[in-house]
């Protein structure tokens, strides 16, 4: 089975630094896709990012980037010149493409002013 | 427009209650998802929808029973539930399971039902 591990609970960041939200991950399929989803205190959870795993290059939206290391399987979220929006909880998640979607523990992010 | 939408926001009920749970979307979607959100922890996989099919159950108790009327629409029918149910709900929807691509498998989440049983 697929295991999602997200070892880090609480993170916390100074408004405009970077951090980086680490993510691993357990699997014997070849094709599969990978997420970062987004939940705050509104509790409606927002996908952040994407990566298919068939793709060498690190998807990037704006602020937010992936380091994708497939043979070591592992999928970190960098965010950059953080907001004070960005406070919430990530998520990282894995689906197979079979709708086995499996999220990580989370890890939450504090954005100190 | 990427919107999933839950109804009711909150819901209060007693044990021998039965209430239903919505949610829907006119993005064209044709897969369905409810998962159960405790405190403090991920959303757990309930139930998915692939073309108004039920395709996936993950053990759910029978006093859940999910219900899809039709391509935009799901339900989750409570009844008879315990105050270990008491969760955030959420919904979910992606497009066309049957195909392949990185796109269609992106989930688009409802807000959220705050469910208490007391």
């Known amino acids: 089975a697929q295991t999602v591990t997200q070892s880090q609970p609480e993170m916390s960041v100074q408004e405009a630094e970077t951090v980086t939200l680490s993510c691993t991950y357990d699997t014997s399929e070849s094709d599969y896709y990978l997420f970062w989803y987004k939940q705050p205190p509104s509790r409606q959870m927002i996908l952040v990012i994407r990566?298919?795993?068939?793709?060498?290059q690190n998807a990037t939206e704006n602020r937010f980037s992936v380091n994708f290391q497939k043979a070591a399987k592992s999928f970190s979220l960098k965010i950059s010149d953080s907001q004070l929006g960005d406070a919430a909880m990530y998520f990282c998640a894995y689906s197979s493409g079979n709708n086995d979607m499996r999220f990580g523990a989370g890890t939450r992010l504090t954005v100190k002013p | 427009d990427t919107e999933v939408t839950q109804t009711p926001k909150h819901l209060v009920m007693g044990m021998t209650n039965k209430k239903s749970l919505k949610c829907e979307q006119h993005m064209g979607h044709r897969a369905m998802y409810w998962y159960k959100q405790k405190a403090k922890k991920p959303p757990e996989l309930m139930f998915v929808?692939?073309?108004?099919?039920?395709?996936i159950n993950e053990s759910v108790p029978s006093r859940f029973s999910p219900e899809c009327p039709n391509s935009s629409l799901l339900n989750l029918h409570l009844h008879a539930l315990q105050p270990e149910d008491s969760a955030l709900y959420l919904c979910a929807s992606s497009q066309d399971l049957l195909l392949w691509g990185g796109a269609k498998n992106i989930q688009y989440f409802g807000a959220g039902t705050r469910l208490s049983v007391l």
């Open positions: 929808y692939s073309y108004e099919k039920l395709s």
């Open positions: 990566q298919e795993a068939y793709k060498q």
